[in-house]
């Protein structure tokens, strides 16, 4: 499995036109990224960095909470779950709203600039 994977990133990276992809078992989204060295731009970035220590310590302090709880730890991680939800759903609906000003306060003139 391994060396099936290996010549198959050996032959992606190998990929230089754009008639490489038009073979049907190449048109897939890893073979683009490994032959345009795209990964490099995501994972040596600050946002990548930044999300990378975030994750970590948040992953952290769940794994302490459920860790040192006296209570029961099915009903930490429900709150927990509880919490993330509501925040999940506050986030979209921030997203969406700046989206629509966005694309509220774009106007003809800016489009043919």
């Known amino acids: 499995m391994f060396k099936k994977i290996s010549d198959n990133i050996k032959r992606w990276k190998d990929f230089k036109t754009a008639e490489d992809?038009?073979?049907?078992?190449?048109?897939?989204l890893l073979p683009?990224?490994?032959?345009?060295?795209?990964?490099?731009?995501?994972?040596?970035?600050k946002e990548a960095a930044v999300s990378f220590i975030l994750a970590t310590i948040f992953t952290a302090i769940t794994g302490l909470i459920i860790k040192f709880s006296v209570t029961n730890i099915s009903d930490k991680l429900l709150d927990l779950l509880g919490i993330q939800i509501g925040a999940q759903i506050g986030l979209l609906g921030f997203l969406i709203?700046?989206?629509?000003?966005?694309?509220?306060s774009i106007s003809i003139d800016m489009?043919?600039?």
Do not use: F, P, W
């Open 21 to 28: 992809y038009y073979n049907v078992k190449d048109q897939r």
């Open 111 to 113: 489009i043919k600039k």
């Open 32 to 45: 683009l990224i490994i032959s345009t060295n795209k990964l490099k731009d995501v994972y040596h970035s």
């Open 97 to 104: 709203g700046g989206a629509a000003l966005l694309t509220g």
